[in-house]
Nanobody, 125 residues
Framework: QVQLVESGGGLVQAGGSLRLSCAASGRSFSLYRMGWFREAPGKEREFLGAVSWSNGVTAYADSMKGRFTISRDKSKITMYLEMNNLKPEDTAVYSC??????????????????WGQGTQVTVSS
């Protein structure tokens, strides 16, 4: 079992930046991939990006390229989401997810085995 805990959310003005963290813990677990998703009120869950745990290769939704950057620290078992030039439409609950074994589509939330509780990001205009 893997526990994921997000942190770093909050209120920021448009144009500002935030860095979210997702720390993984548990007993004797393996990670294949981790990803970030968000869900805004009245909208479907949206894939933001993912990182391969072994080699750090990242993939992003086209709409996120250029503003959002995903990284990971294997020693801390933590994934990060750096968000720049934030816009009011980025307001959402941001959640991280982990996939234990290979396979599946990295952009599909159904491919992930574990989820964090989510952290609220609010961007004011």
């Amino acid at each position: 079992q893997v526990q994921l805990v997000e942190s770093g959310g909050g209120l920021v003005q448009a144009g500002g930046s935030l860095r979210l963290s997702c720390a993984a813990s548990g007993r004797s677990f393996s990670l294949y991939r981790m990803g970030w998703f968000r869900e805004a009120p009245g909208k479907e869950r949206e894939f933001l990006g993912a990182v391969s745990w072994s080699n750090g290769v990242t993939a992003y939704a086209d709409s996120m390229k250029g503003r959002f950057t995903i990284s990971r620290d294997k020693s801390k078992i933590t994934m990060y989401l750096e968000m720049n030039n934030l816009k009011p439409e980025d307001t959402a609950v941001y959640s991280c997810a982990a996939q234990a074994t290979s396979g599946g589509d990295y952009s599909n939330f159904g491919s992930y085995d574990y989820w964090g509780q989510g952290t609220q990001v609010t961007v004011s205009s």
